[in-house]
């Protein structure tokens, strides 16, 4: 059973430019967040998806934006990309019925903004 | 505003011997409580979580928690440490939201381990 995919794994990218993040979530899982973690801090919420709706958002701001689909999985796209989003952005699915579960989280994709 | 606070950001442990991170949160209820581990460059591995009942939870890897809710703590123990326990590790709290089974997570800012053999 495949957890949580997350691709690309690594990314460089110019200031200014955009760039989009792809998650599949857990099988069984509806609901999609996504996190994003500088260097030496912990996980910070951007957002949370379930029936292709964002649910939920965190202090961040209108650069920031997602998508998600029919199958659950989900994108997050950042524009005008800044240095400070230099980042780990991770994906975490979870089922949107049924405590008990929690949160899985994929491995991630490291992004450099150069 | 729910919140973790990790008093320690760096713990060196002899490997065999016990260990135990701080934790103390921040929320208005009864709070969904979670220990991650992570290993440089790679995403969160779950080692256990709260959610109601027994204070005491057992984890992977050997590792418990224990909920107090009197001193706001969830604090993690190990009896004896190995030197792959060596990572950086996360509590955080949860909570219900809008028909979700669960909102944001709140994460502290970490504890890395380290284990001289």
């Given at each position: 059973d495949a957890g949580v995919t997350q691709s690309p794994t690594h990314l460089i990218k110019t200031r200014g430019q955009q760039v989009t993040l792809r998650c599949s979530p857990k099988s069984g899982h509806d609901t999609v967040s996504w996190y994003q973690q500088a260097l030496g801090q912990g996980p910070q919420f951007i957002f949370q998806y379930y029936e292709e709706e964002e649910r939920q958002r965190g202090n961040f701001p209108d650069r920031f934006s997602g998508h998600q689909f029919p199958n659950y999985s989900s994108e997050l796209n950042v524009n005008a990309l800044l240095l400070g989003d230099s980042a780990l952005y991770l994906c975490a699915s979870s089922p949107?019925?049924?405590?008990?579960y929690g949160y899985t989280f994929g491995s991630g994709t490291r992004l450099t903004v150069v | 505003a729910q919140s973790v606070t990790q008093p320690d950001i760096h713990i060196t442990v002899s490997e065999g011997a016990s260990l135990e991170l701080r934790c103390n949160y921040s929320y208005g209820a009864t709070p969904y409580l979670f220990w991650y581990v992570q290993s440089p460059g790679q995403g969160l591995q779950l080692l256990l979580k709260y959610?109601?009942?027994?204070?005491l939870v057992q984890g992977i890897k050997g590792f418990e928690a224990e909920f107090k809710r009197s001193q706001s703590s969830f604090n993690l123990r190990k009896p004896s440490v190995h030197w792959s326990d060596a990572a950086e590790y996360f509590c955080a709290v949860g909570a219900r939201a809008g028909g979700t089974s669960y909102g944001k997570l709140t994460f502290g800012q970490g504890t890395i381990l380290t284990v001289h053999p």
């Open positions: 949107r019925q049924g405590g008990g | 959610f109601s009942g027994d204070t």
